[in-house]
């Protein structure tokens, strides 16, 4: 059956797939440079594959300057030399293809490096043919246009004095924005996404997708008034064979608009990364950095109201952590004493849902967060939010414990492959220091270890592939105010399949009283040896199951 709903060639097949991203530079290093490259990547498909996924999402090995880790692309249709070759390229497409694995490219559409030939050509004068491709304002040199700020810190400006003008840039200064309105522009992009699906790439994910249509006139930034026309000319021109899969990044993404972007009529995208989830930690009102402990009744809520918002009429992307975010098991589960049965729990709780789930690097191991003297730091985002708050006169121990809650780098130390040397990621010294914590968890003594997080993930996937209902049924959130259970009924109707996911989210026991048509119900997969009894039972700590009837 699994085989059958997994035919790439029809429109749909990613909606029982699972992916996995790849931060190409943590991977797996095979030169000793000391970054990973898309070799490593090739040389662990198998991997890949034992785990059950049908996709990578490979985070952007396009040329580039690297200031934010190639998220500043150069040139579009050309490799990184840092991660290998384009034949490198080809042959990890070849390989993949073998194994059932597609490759979804990780396009940067909203912005490009401030050393693009376009921008190189654009700033050299008004008249220039790609002078239009960028944002663009006039001024002294003093006074930026407006009081926009960049994602990153600082205005949202930089200065040309050569031209006598400013442009726009939503992110660093050396990501300046490209200019949507400009139908030149769009057909060059357009041009370098039909490169890469010539070369057999089976879909791609769009960075930061809702910024495309912005207006720094009327200081719009996300879901600017012209984003759908754009993702409809988009999905028309580049996206035309019905296997190819996309997923958008939309941080100002709600259910309304989700429903637009991943319509079943495909007129825009396959489905979208939203983050209501994810900003549920933070301080109302304030930054990422400014962080509370997470109330579980918000977080189902906030899941359930995507869950039965799109059933039916969209498509949800199921995901906890990326290399943006910190790790999950550090931020939602427990990274001590049950940093294992935590890690499982939330597998559970996220692969029983309907949508499609994305697993990070390393999650599948419950890789944890880790704490850097601030020199040890590589990320952009980092450095500046430092810089800028010290400025403001903040204590360091209060900035140093931001950046350990909700730093990016967190997620982009090297994968954990052996207890050996650097994890077994390089030879030579890592871009980014190794989490210590490598001799104990790593891929290689997972593997052996029947109890492992890496084996849970692995039965996880072949039961949802296995099991239409957990991939299409409807979804009913149970005991909403329990502040310690998140539980959810699954059912298809036309199967009659019905399932019960019960997650005890607490290192305390939890009571729950399981409903009574799930009496003798069969207990598919708990990270508890024994199987929980029906009617009111005590879920041990971070207790999670799934149940089938
Ligand atoms: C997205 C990427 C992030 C990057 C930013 C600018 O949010 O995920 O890593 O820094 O866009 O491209």
Not at 197 to 215: A, N, T
Not at 255 to 279: T, W
Not at 445 to 455: F, I, R, Y
Not at 508 to 527: Q, W, Y
Request: proline share 6%.
């Amino acid at each position: 059956m699994s085989e059958l709903i997994l035919d790439k060639s029809r429109w749909g097949w990613w909606q029982s797939a699972v992916f996995y991203q790849i931060y190409p530079k943590s991977f797996l290093d095979t030169t000793g440079s000391g970054v990973g490259d898309l070799k490593g990547i090739t040389q662990r498909l198998d991997y890949l594959q034992q785990l059950g996924i049908s996709g990578i999402w490979l985070s952007p090995v396009f040329r580039s300057p690297q200031v934010d880790n190639g998220y500043d692309i150069s040139d579009y249709c050309a490799i990184d030399p840092l991660f290998g070759s384009m034949e490198d390229m080809e042959e990890l497409i070849a390989e993949g293809k073998k194994r059932n694995i597609s490759i979804i490219l990780d396009l940067v559409l909203n912005h490009c490096s401030d050393q693009h030939p376009w921008f190189l050509e654009a700033k050299k004068s008004r008249e220039n043919p790609f002078h239009d491709y960028f944002l663009w304002k006039d001024g002294d040199g003093i006074t930026p246009p407006n009081e926009m700020r960049a994602c990153f810190g600082g205005p949202a400006w930089t200065y040309v004095p050569e031209i006598g003008q400013w442009y726009f840039h939503q992110f660093a200064p050396q990501q300046p924005d490209l200019n949507w309105t400009n139908p030149a522009m769009r057909q060059a992009l357009y041009r370098a996404i039909r490169f890469w699906v010539d070369k057999g790439v089976e879909g791609f994910r769009l960075d930061v997708i809702d910024q495309i249509g912005k207006d720094p006139d009327l200081q719009i930034t996300g879901n600017g008034p012209r984003l759908h026309e754009y993702l409809r000319e988009l999905s028309a021109a580049a996206f035309r064979e019905p296997g190819i899969v996309t997923v958008g990044e939309a941080w100002g993404a709600d259910v309304e608009r989700a429903k637009r972007y991943s319509n079943p009529d495909c007129s825009e995208l396959s489905m979208v990364f939203q983050f209501q989830h994810i900003g549920l930690d933070q301080q109302e009102g304030k930054e990422k950095w400014d962080t509370k402990p997470l109330y579980l009744p918000d977080l189902k809520r906030c899941l359930a109201h995507w869950q039965n918002g799109l059933h039916g009429c969209g498509w949800n992307s199921l995901f906890m952590n990326n290399h943006d975010l910190p790790r999950v098991v550090s931020r939602w589960g427990n990274d001590g004493v049950y940093r294992v049965k935590s890690a499982k729990m939330l597998a559970t709780m996220l692969h029983g849902m309907e949508g499609t789930p994305y697993i990070y690097q390393g999650e599948e191991l419950g890789m944890t967060n880790i704490k850097l003297p601030i020199g040890e730091y590589r990320d952009l985002e980092i450095l500046n939010i430092y810089k800028e708050r010290m400025a403001k006169g903040c204590r360091e121990e209060d900035v140093m414990a931001s950046i350990y809650a909700r730093g990016r780098d967190n997620a982009r130390t090297p994968m954990q492959w052996t207890d050996s040397e650097n994890a077994g990621f390089t030879t030579g010294t890592p871009w980014i220091e190794v989490n210590p914590n490598y001799t104990a968890i790593n891929a290689a003594a997972e593997e052996k270890d029947p109890d492992s997080v890496l084996n849970y993930y692995k039965q996880m996937i072949t039961l949802r592939k296995s099991h239409l209902g957990l991939i299409y049924g409807s979804f009913q959130l149970l005991a909403e105010e329990n502040p310690q259970v998140f539980a959810y009924r699954r059912t298809l109707a036309e199967t009659g399949e019905n399932y019960l996911i019960a997650c005890n989210f607490s290192d305390k026991d939890a009571a729950f009283t399981i409903p009574a048509d799930f009496a003798g119900a069969r207990h598919l997969i708990g990270n508890y040896p024994d199987t929980a009894p029906a009617g009111a039972v005590t879920l041990r700590p971070y207790e999670a199951f799934v149940l089938q009837k």
